[in-house]
């Protein structure tokens, strides 16, 4: 706790029209002149959308070692580095991802599309995009922010919910799953995935990324992994659960919360629900990008 009460929350500015803080742009030259290699993957997601879950998934499909004394215990935050990240107790992301020693490397972020360092495109490399219903997010996000000191102080729920709809989040609006969404239009090496569908059927949506990433497992390795992946074996997993993350207070909540669709029914009052479905129709005009709010 020491150490939490020495951490300040950061404010929340305006930086090229998206709101971030100040440990996602202070190494900003960096991460836009980052070298991204052919073999790299990135893994994007708008926060709280099952972003360690799918960065644990493809780590374990690349790297795991079957015998059990090659256990991994490195934390997925410096195996999966996120590329933006100046946070007070780590590397810069961009040194974390320039130390790997795998192959390949993979790279997750929270970025908007158009503040991707301009190499992954030109180096067409592979992006594993997920995207997780608005509601549902929104209540994971609180969540994450009321235990997480290098977060904004997220306030109360229903003016938190207020200011997502304003679109005044880290990352920015909601409109990043439309704006990905688009991009995979003109970018075939993009496999956009949904979290209500690995709730739904994780082994099916491992299929669908072994398909992608051109690997094939065995049907034994498959099972042994999506077992290792289930909510409750990582939520238990020092690897994943982030227990030896800085500046996180487990007494507030947990970094491997719920894992459930549909807990915003938990949240939000039914005039809240419907005030969000209103803005939501306003702004997500893309009729083809559908999301579940339950399963
Ligand atoms: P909740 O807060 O709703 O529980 P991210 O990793 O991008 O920060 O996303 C975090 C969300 O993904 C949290 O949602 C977390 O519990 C959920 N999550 C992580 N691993 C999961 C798993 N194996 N199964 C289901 N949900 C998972």
Known sequence: TDRMDSLSRPELFDFHGVSLTHYFT???DNIQNFQARPDDILIATYPKAGSTWVSYILDLLYFDQTSPECQKSVPIYASVPILEVTFPSLQPGTDMVDN????PRLIKTHLPVQFVPKSFWEQKCRIVYVAR???????SFFHFERMTMIFPEPGDWS???QRFMEGKMVFGSYDHVNNWWEKKQTYSNLHYMFYEDLVEDTGREIDKLCCFLGLSPSAQEKERLAGRVQFYNMKQDNVVNHSTFQGMDFKLSSFMRKGKVGDWKNHFTVAQSEEFDEDYKKKMKNPTLTFRNEI
Do not use: E, M
Request: net charge negative; no cysteine; glycine share 6%.
């Open 26 to 28: 202070d190494n900003w």
């Open 100 to 103: 790997l020693l795998t192959s």
């Open 133 to 139: 219903n608005g509601k549902d997010s929104v209540v």
């Open 159 to 161: 003016s938190y919910l």
